[in-house]
């Protein structure tokens, strides 16, 4: 594959976030919006919020994935760029697995939803509940998270989310 084709598939992704980036946006001003002009949709605002964080999420890595496999595939990538590439792919992949599993966890012990983002720096876990979210569920949702990633409690940041 010549450099001309990366440049046009790269450039072609890097388009296609954008957008999606962008549509999120619009969808998610629209639905606030809507959402704001009646009280009695404050669930619906709730189910919006998390769905479109899922769904942005998820867009972005799935082009994260786009990327990485048109790395993997290129003929004239090097072994060392294939390598990363396939490495940092299962480790997106293993993400994806563990904040799934992380959510159901979450929502098993009493919470309405959570939605769970998992980097290399931090887990990073919205939260909503009836109520406040107190010292006792964050020590909840901590234990959940460090034991099911392993990583240290100063990791994982718990954000309540209220309407």
């Known amino acids: ?10 450039c072609s992704m890097v388009v296609l976030l954008v957008a999606a980036a962008y549509l999120n946006v619009l969808i998610s001003h629209k639905t606030t919006k809507t959402a704001s002009t009646s009280i009695n949709d404050a669930s619906s605002t709730t189910v919006s919020f998390f769905t479109s964080y899922r769904t942005a999420r998820d867009s972005s890595r799935q082009e ?3 990327y990485y496999d048109s790395i993997i595939h290129s003929e004239t990538a090097s072994a060392a760029a294939v390598s990363s590439a396939e490495s940092k792919r299962e480790e997106l992949a293993g993400f994806a697995e563990s904040e799934l599993v992380l959510e ?7 919470f309405e939803d ?6 290399t720096a931090n887990v ?6 009836t109520g406040e979210v107190d010292a006792t569920d964050a020590a909840q949702i ?4 460090t034991s099911e990633t392993g990583v240290s409690a100063s990791k994982v940041i ?3 989310y209220s309407v």
């Open 64 to 66: 994260s994935f786009m």
């Open 124 to 129: 990073n876990v919205i939260v909503k509940k």
């Open 142 to 145: 901590l234990s959940i998270v």
């Open 158 to 160: 718990i954000t309540p």
């Open 1 to 10: 594959m010549s450099n001309k084709k990366k440049i046009i598939i790269i």
């Open 104 to 110: 159901g966890l979450i929502k098993a012990k009493g």
């Open 114 to 119: 959570a939605v769970v983002t998992i980097s």
